[in-house]
């Protein structure tokens, strides 16, 4: 299988990439108009509700973020169990030529 193949993104990945940005989108928008619409009571308050509207968004990405580890984790241990099932296979063929 070529190199192009092996790296290649399925539709979910490419989803939840798409996903991920959007949710950062949503951070800056969020923490953007909390503060612009809290800075006349005074900076202390425009911060904390660029705190608080960030939340949303923030929450967001952590969730997509452990579905992209997930993924990851997947893939990789797809990757040892064929290793590992290499390594058996040749293990078993030195032991019977033994």
């Known amino acids: 299988m070529s190199n192009k193949l092996k790296n290649r993104q399925s539709f979910f990945e490419k ?3 798409l996903l991920q940005g ?3 989108a949503l951070v ?3 923490s953007t108009s909390f503060f612009i619409s809290l800075y006349h009571l005074g900076l ?3 911060l904390l509700g660029a705190f608080i ?3 949303l968004g923030l929450f967001f990405v952590v969730i997509f973020e452990i579905a992209q580890l997930q993924i990851d984790k997947l893939k990789e241990m797809k990757k040892q169990t064929l290793l590992l099932e ?3 296979q040749q293990s078993e063929t ?3 030529l033994l």
């Open 28 to 30: 800056a928008v969020g």
């Open 44 to 46: 202390f308050l425009a």
């Open 86 to 88: 290499k390594l058996t």
């Open 22 to 24: 959007a949710a950062w």
């Open 94 to 96: 030195t032991t019977t």
């Open 15 to 17: 989803l939840l990439s």
């Open 53 to 55: 509207g960030a939340l």
